[in-house]
């Protein structure tokens, strides 16, 4: 494919950032890469190697407006004063997704949704790749898209999309979408306005044509509503476990149905290796996925009962003096933080709090009232936590770091009880990001 620019810049120079310079230097641009932080020295090595031009703890906006084209990083958001000023400038701004869709012929599976799209996302790579594809996984899990597209050559891609990296998509298409869910998260990036944020998401089906195929959560009603107004060209796969649908996926009672075309497919929700009501949702938009990518039925079966969930995501960590410490940091929203509470059969010792997004914690009143029995919260400020739950939960402390609040957590605790790090809120307040607030976690548990 030809250049469309000669001078690409790139902003941010995370994962994301530098895997789009690797691609456009490789595609023959000129590249300059600006971070307004401190590059981490692994990435620095890496451009270094390619001879790409960088900065680190400013931005030259002279050689950003030199750009005919600049790739943004998600983390970096779109109203701020910099990125302003090289919009009123009509420059070009871009994710790494859509620059990086430029380069590759390879059928796209696209997952997006308030929760559950990791998972997902590694559930549908691994049915792919057990059913003999020759299929990468990127985009907001693991390597970046663009890296990927850089170095690898896959038929297939599954690719986890989050919001912030939809918000500069324009001319990317999935030949499949899917969509789990939509529910109130990041709101601090969207003007604390839950329909720029629903918009966001739904931009994931843009482009689509009659040959594509959108699978989504029929039981989620903005979903239903946004296609209805949207009426899109691609065919609709709705899975749901409150009605039978007559293509996709529904569940009835323990089983779980699939019915793609004339090929209808059966599994018992007791086998399936991601139990709870969340992870079923996640089990239909998975196994459609596959269906339609014509995965047999014993490929999909097997990956269905011992597919292994991933780092983070309701992790058993261990089990110490019949007290079970759980791993939920990715519950980074308080959806997320809900269905972990609603999976739990035992008193909870519930470890919470951290940078606030403008949650709504009293959506978790009601459960919490029924399983929780103390939170410890770990964030600098708990105010808004100990106003919502003070009236419910008879034991609430302040913690600051992981260590702490395992300890408080572990004396709070009894015998048969579950200690769950499930925060509801993002980490960087006290972490570098929800994968460290985890592994801290996990090694205070194992100091015990």
């Known amino acids: 494919m030809p250049n469309y620019q000669k001078y690409i810049a790139i902003l941010g120079a995370a994962e994301s950032g530098v895997g789009a310079a690797v691609l456009a230097h490789k595609m023959g641009y000129e590249v300059w890469v600006s971070d307004n932080s401190t590059i981490k020295e692994k990435f620095k090595q890496e451009l270094d190697n390619y001879s790409i031009s960088y900065e680190e703890n400013h931005h030259s906006i002279d050689k950003l407006l030199r ?5 943004i990083s998600p983390g970096i958001p779109l109203d701020i004063p910099i990125v302003q000023k090289l919009k009123a400038h009509h420059i070009n701004i871009i994710s790494e997704i859509e620059f990086a869709s430029r380069y590759t012929k390879a059928h796209i599976t696209a997952i997006t949704g308030s929760n559950g799209k990791t998972t997902t996302a590694s559930l549908v790579y ?15 899990i693991g390597d970046s898209f663009a890296r990927k597209v850089a170095l690898e050559s896959p038929d297939y891609f599954v690719l986890e999309i989050s919001s912030f990296q939809l918000d500069s998509l324009f001319q990317f298409k999935a030949d499949i979408a899917i969509i789990l869910n939509i529910t109130p998260d990041h709101l601090d990036r969207y003007n604390y306005n839950f329909e720029e944020y629903a918009a966001s998401k739904m931009r994931i089906i843009q482009n689509m044509n009659s040959s594509d195929s959108i699978i989504y959560n029929a039981d989620d009603k903005l979903i239903s509503t ?5 009426k899109p060209k691609a065919f609709l796969y709705p899975f749901s476990q409150e009605n039978k649908v007559s293509e996709g996926a529904y569940r009835i009672d323990n089983q779980i149905i699939f019915q793609i075309n004339t090929n209808k497919f059966t599994m018992n929700i007791d086998k399936l290796a991601l139990q709870g009501r969340h992870n079923a949702y996640n089990t239909m938009a998975g196994g459609i996925a596959a269906k339609l990518q014509q995965i047999r039925k014993e490929s999909l079966k097997d990956c269905l009962s011992d597919f292994q969930g991933i780092s983070h995501r309701l992790e058993k960590v261990s089990v110490v003096r019949s007290v079970t410490f759980i791993n939920d940091s990715k519950a980074t929203n308080v959806n997320s933080a809900w269905y972990a509470l609603e999976s739990m059969t035992k008193p909870v010792v519930w470890i919470m709090g951290g940078q606030d997004k403008g949650n709504d914690y009293s959506e978790l009143l009601e459960l919490a009232t029924e399983k929780v029995k103390a939170i410890v919260c770990l964030g600098v400020d708990n105010k808004k936590i100990i106003e919502t739950f003070a009236n419910a939960i008879p034991t609430i402390i302040e913690t600051q770091s992981a260590n702490d609040a395992v300890l408080s957590a572990f004396y709070l605790s009894e015998p048969g009880d579950v200690v769950l790090l499930s925060p509801a809120c993002a980490s960087f307040d006290l972490f570098e990001s929800y994968e460290d607030r985890g592994d801290q976690f996990k090694r205070a548990v194992q100091d015990l």
């Open 226 to 230: 946004a296609l209805l107004k949207i």
């Open 126 to 140: 691994q049915l792919y790749k057990r059913g003999g594809l020759n299929v990468a996984l990127a985009g907001n």
């Open 67 to 71: 750009a005919e084209e600049i790739i």
